[in-house]
Every structure is written in C-alpha cells, then in structure tokens.
C-alpha cells in the first residue's frame, strides 16, 4: 500500500516544519507550499489525498484556498486556525472544510485527526456494495456515491456534512444528542467540539429544507439534540 500524500499549506516556517517532522515520522508523504497559490498549484500537480491549511497566507488565503480544492476534490480538509473566532467561520462558510484546529495545538492531536479524517476518506474512496439510495420526502442519499439530491437536483455536501445528514436519515424518528452523533462521525472524543454539530446542521438545513428556520426533516430537540425526520404530506 502506497502512503497518503499531505499537502500542508502555510507561511510560518516553524510551524510547517513541525507538522511535516510529525508527519513524517507515521509515514506520511508530505508537500509543503508556503502560501496559497503554490498551495494550490501543488494541489492541482500532485493529487494530495489530504490537504491542512493556514488560514492567514500570503498571495491567496487558506478560506480561498480551501473553496478552490474543495470545488475540484472530496480529499479531507483540516483549517489551521489562529483565532477562535475563525473557527464558526471555518465551518459555517460553506468552504467544505471538515476539521479545523486552533493555534497553538499539539502536533499529537493534529496526527490524530489526519488519521482519522484519512481511514474515513479511504472507506468512502474503496468500492462498497451497500444498500442504493435512502430516498425520505424530497431527498435521496447515495452512500455510494456520496450524492444528495434535493427535489430532483444534486446539491453539494462536504463529506462530513453527507456522513451526519445519512447518520440522521439511517436512525429516522430517534432522537440524537449532539454528543451521539459527534462520536458517530468523527469518531473520536477527546478534542471533540460538540459545537461543530450544531453548525454542521445547519449548513445541511440551509441545503436541504426549503425553509430553514422550519425545518421538516431535522428537527431540534431542545437540550438533547436532532431527530431526522419525513416530512409530513
Ligand atoms: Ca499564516
């Protein structure tokens, strides 16, 4: 098996350094740029199957970068984020960005989350043999090809936006805390932001219900969480 390519996209040399030691050492082939048009030159000549991005770049910022990746490619995307107000931004832009990490962050943690976001993004690329599409109300979900369409038309999700809308759709008419669905998507606790969530769900509400402040489908459930429902005829 060939080893997943990481393109890292950042200035500060100290920091690019580091990640990329880190990396490195569990056998990650990595790409450095050092700001973002050669961010994206590289993305575009060298087929990364992950890409992590400073947000604050020369030239072109880690926001555009991301966009332009992410309209070409369905590879992980993690933000590197020096401030704490980026990160709403970082996920509630529509970037399709999956993950963001604050500065300053463990480089312990940042591995932690490339493997994760890889073996997840690996398991979506093979082959599966799984049911054909969930079709509820308007809405049809393709877990093979990672397809939503909305009344009739395919509309673009982040992969992790697919995986909570079809996690929702799979357990209908059950409510589900933000903790539970955390868990079942990025499979891991310790650094979770459950926050990341209720953001997530509302990027999919804004994609999939025709009024998002009534939603039919994904209805709150105050205290708790979600509970994926069909709309009523
Ligand atoms: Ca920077």
């Known amino acids: 098996m060939s080893y997943a390519k990481i393109l890292i996209v950042e200035d500060e ?3 690019s350094n580091l990640v990329k030691d880190y ?40 926001f555009e970068v991301c966009r332009t990746i992410r309209q070409e490619s369905r590879i992980p995307i993690i933000m590197l ?10 996920l509630g832009l529509g970037l399709g960005a999956d993950d963001y990490i604050t500065k300053p ?31 509820v109300g308007d809405l049809e979900i393709d877990p093979k090809a990672y397809i939503v369409k909305v009344r009739g038309h395919e509309v673009p999700f982040s992969v992790k936006e697919f995986e909570i809308l079809h996690y ?30 209720t953001v997530h769900v509302r990027k999919i509400r804004e994609k999939i219900e025709e009024d998002p402040s009534t939603p039919k489908y994904i209805e709150t459930i105050w205290g708790i969480g979600y509970k994926f429902k069909a709309p009523k005829k």
């Open 13 to 15: 040399k100290e920091i």
């Open 23 to 62: 990396l490195m050492a569990s056998n990650y082939e990595v790409l450095v740029a050092g700001d973002g048009e050669e961010g994206i030159h590289l993305f575009r000549t060298s087929n990364p199957d992950m890409a992590i991005l400073d947000i604050m770049l020369p030239k072109v910022d880690g």
């Open 81 to 90: 984020s020096a401030r704490k107000e980026d990160t709403d931004k970082i």
């Open 105 to 135: 962050f463990s480089p312990r943690e940042l591995i932690a989350r490339v493997q994760s976001h890889l073996r997840r993004y690996s398991e979506l690329s093979e082959p599966v043999q799984k049911s054909d599409a969930l079709v």
């Open 168 to 197: 929702l759709a799979l357990n209908m008419n059950q409510a589900l805390s933000r903790e539970k669905i955390f868990e079942a998507i990025w499979g891991f606790n310790e650094y979770g932001d459950i926050n990341t969530v």
